[in-house]
């Protein structure tokens, strides 16, 4: 009896330690992030919703600066093996400058894939395999303008470049700033030049595949060029705010927001911190493509998402992986709609629009609708992106330096992105 007794209660202990002890080991996973507030959001709404699932994970968030500061702490760390567990970054051009397959972990097989946007895969492939998930919906750069100052003036959206400078023209006469620019955060200037790109393509539709392959150039393309020259023209008409140098991009999206400037160009993922930081003025914003010098070829530059990564440095890639599932899921796209509203269409089989979008992606949806009338962003379908360019289109913003010499410029710029790319013909 007493053997029985001692058996029993072994059993018993065994049966309460296997009970007691987790799934797996707990972990702590490092997330380094951008520091726009919509970003923060998303990502704080998505480790919550993991951790409420899995709570033996411990998944702590990191912010970085955005921009080039930012592209040189992902290298710097990537290169010193001291990258988090889980980053965000570009897909794209970017991605490609990180050299994955030697850099990142193999993501081909996670189950969210099976639902993920072919055009978004395209994006964070490189030698047949898939390294990210989207973090997001896609986007577009344009122009973000206030309703309520076109109501007032009576202005119309412009498709070409005169009807939108001549709408500058009566806002600046109403005292109203025309142009919003924020170069204290050097990425914001590069917009007017990236987003002209349909605009580009419409004209010269093998451009990317000339400029990958050494072909083509800025300084030598006239309709590469356009994108600096419409720099110059807002900084030569006066219409920007005077403080544009030292202006941030919040404050660039308060001014839009809140009908202190008419416009701002910027790429619509601004829409989702203009709903966290201004939410009473998010129906107040509209968006319209660049315009262009036609308006019948008038059309959509359009950007894929960022991407979530695992460096192969990581100790914690298995778990790792599964955060990375979640939020490539769709259930984890919801909860990036939900927390920053959709700033375009999202880039998951069953992750749909919410029936109440701002009027910003209302104004969206028509381009994407319509048939030719977006293309993706240069960064998108060539690997080639100069680092420098955000340096460049400051100095032609401010006045310091004219669009054919900053084309030329640029060009030297990708000539040596290019050469360290290993792409042929360089």
């Known amino acids: 009896m007493t053997h029985r007794i001692k058996l029993i209660l072994a059993g018993a202990s065994a049966l ?24 923060v959001a998303a990502a704080e709404a998505l480790v919550a919703a993991y951790q409420a699932k899995v709570p033996d994970v411990t998944i702590e968030i990191e912010p970085r600066a955005g ?25 794209g051009s970017l991605l490609q400058a990180l050299k994955p397959a030697q850099t990142l972990v193999d993501l081909s097989g996670l189950e969210s894939q099976v639902k993920v ?50 709408n500058n023209a009566k806002v600046k006469t109403s005292g109203k700033v025309a142009v919003a620019q924020t170069y204290r955060d ?16 419409a004209v010269v539709p093998n451009f990317a595949a000339d400029y990958t392959a050494n072909k083509a150039k800025y300084a030598e393309t006239p309709a590469a060029t356009k994108g600096f020259e419409r720099l110059k023209d807002v900084h030569d008409a006066g219409l920007m705010n005077e403080d544009f140098g030292a202006a941030s991009y919040d404050d660039g999206l308060r001014m839009v927001a809140t009908g202190e400037a008419a416009h701002y160009p910027m790429l619509s993922f601004a829409i989702g911190a203009i709903k966290q930081n201004y939410p009473e003025n998010l129906a107040d914003v509209g968006f319209f493509a660049q315009p262009s010098d036609d308006a ?26 599964k955060f990375v599932d979640f939020a490539g899921s769709v259930e984890g796209c919801k909860i990036m709609v939900e927390t920053n509203t959709v700033q375009g269409p999202p880039l998951i089989d069953g992750c749909d629009l919410p029936a109440d979008v701002p009027p910003a992606v209302k104004d969206m949806l028509p381009y994407f609708e319509a048939k030719g009338k977006t293309t993706p962003a ?25 669009p054919a010499e900053a084309a030329k410029l640029y060009d030297e710029d990708v000539r040596k992105q290019a050469k360290q790319l290993g792409l042929p013909n360089w």
């Open 378 to 402: 240069l960064e998108f379908v060539s690997p080639v992106k100069g680092p420098a360019l955000e340096q460049i289109t400051v100095e032609v913003g401010s006045g310091i330096r004219q």
């Open 16 to 39: 309460l330690a296997f009970k007691a002890s987790p799934s797996h080991a707990e972990s702590t996973l490092s997330f380094l992030i951008d520091n726009n507030p919509d970003t």
């Open 186 to 201: 050097t990425w914001t200037s590069q917009l007017f030049v990236l987003a002209d790109y349909y605009n580009l393509h």
């Open 296 to 321: 019948q070829t008038n059309g959509l530059t359009v950007w894929m998402p960022p991407a979530l990564y695992i460096p192969l440095t990581s100790q914690h890639a298995e778990e790792a992986k």
């Open 67 to 91: 921009g080039g500061e930012g592209d040189n702490i992902i290298k710097t760390r990537l290169a010193t093996g001291e990258m988090s567990d889980v980053f965000l970054y570009n897909s």
């Open 117 to 166: 946007d072919e055009g978004f895969k395209s994006v964070v492939r490189a030698d047949g395999k898939l390294y990210g998930v989207p973090f997001g919906t896609a986007m577009a750069g344009g122009i973000l303008y206030n309703r309520k100052i076109y109501q007032d003036l009576g202005l119309t959206v412009p498709k070409t470049w005169a009807d939108f400078m001549a």
